[in-house]
């Protein structure tokens, strides 16, 4: 092999590592999120941080969001739960930053932090799952020690309902 071959393919190797990015290379700014409720069946509609509902259907259901809110700016969605076109319950989601977001340091370099990243959104992520509460029901005691389940008491079993101590 020629010096000019090396070279040129050593070039070529430092301008890719240099005008990369991880996070860009490893995830996107988009993903699909699932869309879940205890019960299921909630009718529901996604609304970004400029006010439009991006999205409305009924749990369980999977839908493509954007991590992207701008230049190093996260999205943020809030989320309504709608019963007889009442909104009973919201919450907002926030995408967090991607942890390969880090790797720039290494590999993407100055490039990556402050333009690649940040431009297509990929240095966020959304969470992969996100589940709805109605805010109303019974509490109930899960078995995770850490955790309270919020549930209608119409959704429980009979051997559950058994269990119940009248306070």
């Not at 943020?76 to 926030?94: L, M, N």
Request: with cysteine.
């Amino acid at each position: 092999m020629s010096n000019f071959s090396k070279i040129a393919i050593a070039t070529a190797s430092a301008a890719a590592l240099l005008l990369s990015s991880c996070a860009s290379i490893v995830s996107r700014a988009s993903r699909d999120v699932s869309i879940q409720s205890n019960p299921s069946g909630l009718n529901f509609s996604i609304i970004n941080k400029n006010g439009e509902t991006i999205h409305s259907g009924t749990t369980p259901q999977v839908v493509n969001l954007s991590a992207r809110g701008g230049y190093f700016v996260p999205a943020k969605y809030t989320i309504e739960v709608k019963r007889a076109g009442k909104v009973i319950s919201s919450q907002t989601v926030t995408a967090s930053l991607n942890g390969w977001y880090a790797g720039n340091i290494i590999f993407g370099g100055l490039v990556g932090l402050i333009i690649v990243d940040p431009l297509t959104g990929a240095m966020y992520r959304l969470p992969g799952t996100i589940h709805l509460e109605t805010g109303s029901g019974s509490t109930l005691a899960s078995t995770d020690s850490r955790s309270l389940k919020l549930a209608s008491i119409e959704t429980l079993t009979p051997e559950q309902r058994a269990s119940l101590v009248r306070l």
